[in-house]
Nanobody, 114 residues
Framework: VQPVESGGGLVRPGGSLGLSCAAS????????MAWYRQAPGKQRELVAR???????NYADSVKGRFTISRDNAKNTVFLQMNSPQPGDTGVYYC?????????WGQGTQVTVSS
């Protein structure tokens, strides 16, 4: 399983940006799909997760601003970032769970700055 992210870049505070992650390879039985991020000098943290049944959970810092969704037919997970703030800057990683295995994308840089 190989997750491939796209959609990162520079966004102004209060703007919007969308990320997507498409899975390729042996994608049978994907479970949870998630986005993590890592800011410079900080540990990687969970941003949002969506289960195969559609249940979502979010980091407190992004609740009400970010939305995670998935398209099971296309094995793709999305992250819509509304009203991002400078504290949301970091490398965003897609994470896919298949059974007990986790797969990481290469990461995409998101920079929130005016």
């Amino acid at each position: 399983v190989q997750p491939v992210e796209s959609g990162g870049g520079l966004v102004r505070p209060g703007g919007s940006l969308g990320l997507s992650c498409a899975a390729s390879g042996n994608i049978f039985g994907l479970n949870a799909m998630a986005w993590y991020r890592q800011a410079p000098g900080k540990q990687r943290e969970l941003v949002a997760r969506v289960t195969s049944g559609g249940t979502t959970n979010y980091a407190d810092s992004v609740k009400g601003r970010f939305t995670i969704s998935r398209d099971n037919a296309k094995n793709t997970v999305f992250l819509q970032m509304n009203s991002p703030q400078p504290g949301d800057t970091g490398v965003y990683y897609c994470n896919l769970a298949q059974g007990t295995n986790w797969y990481w994308g290469q990461g995409t840089q998101v920079t929130v700055s005016s």
